[in-house]
């Protein structure tokens, strides 16, 4: 394999998603498309709504299957599997982050980051010292024990952030990650994206915002399912 080889982390081959609406109203969500993200990308997906943002991060997040089409993750084949192999895969490899932060409420901060290794059986002293790492890392070791309630928006999104990060990931998968934030918390945001980015990780930023856009390395544009 050469030196500077880098693997398709994440390949879409001829991706179609149809719903069937009623009796005779069929929507397809994507057609035919092809996507191909490398090891360490940061990358955006920009598109208005109604451009198949959201079916398309349902596709590469593993929250869906294609109507035909292939799906390739880590050089895996994913097409056809079981709904618990995918959650195996996505648990081991890939970390959400949301628009609405998805925080469990009546959690604190260092428990909701805690949260994914408990599905993963870490123990509790080994979930608790990672949570407190990640929190550091976002900047938030000041705010451990605090409800979500307690927090602002941009401290929420960081402590969503940690809690993608608490598997290790490979692949970062950020659903609109600031579109409830100003525009200086979202820099903020984006701002430990290209951290992360330099870290190794694989960054994908959903978003119908071109400024944010113009933050990653790449812009995908996505318009009536398909890729222009």
């Known amino acids: 394999m050469p030196e500077n080889y880098t693997k398709d982390i994440l390949k879409l081959e001829n991706i179609t998603k149809s719903y069937q609406m009623g ?45 035909s089409g292939k799906r390739y993750v880590d050089e895996i084949d ?30 604190t901060a260092l428990e909701n980051v805690e949260l994914p290794m408990l599905l993963c059986d870490q123990n509790s002293d080994q979930r608790k010292e990672k949570a407190m790492e990640l929190m550091g890392l976002v900047g938030l070791s000041d705010r451990l024990d605090h409800l979500p309630g307690q ?3 941009g401290q929420r999104q960081r402590v969503a952030i940690a809690r993608a990060l608490a598997n290790d990931p490979e692949i970062i ?10 525009s200086k918390t979202g820099s903020e945001v984006l701002g430990i994206f290209r951290s992360l980015h330099k870290k190794g990780k694989t960054i994908i930023v959903i978003t119908h915002d071109q400024s944010i856009a113009k ?8 318009k009536d399912g398909k890729i222009i």
């Open 23 to 67: 009796d005779d109203v069929e929507v397809t969500a994507l057609s035919n498309l092809n996507l191909t993200i490398k090891q360490n990308d940061f990358i955006s997906i920009l598109g208005p709504s109604g451009s198949g943002k959201s079916t398309l991060l349902h596709m590469m997040g593993l929250l869906d299957t294609p109507t």
């Open 215 to 222: 933050m990653t390395d790449r812009i995908v544009r996505l």
């Open 151 to 153: 927090l602002s928006g």
């Open 173 to 182: 998968l950020a659903d609109e990650p600031t579109g409830n934030l100003d």
């Open 78 to 107: 994913t097409t056809t599997m079981s709904e618990d192999d995918m959650a195996r895969i996505r648990g081991k490899k890939i970390g959400f982050v949301f628009q609405t932060f998805n925080l469990i409420s009546s959690l």
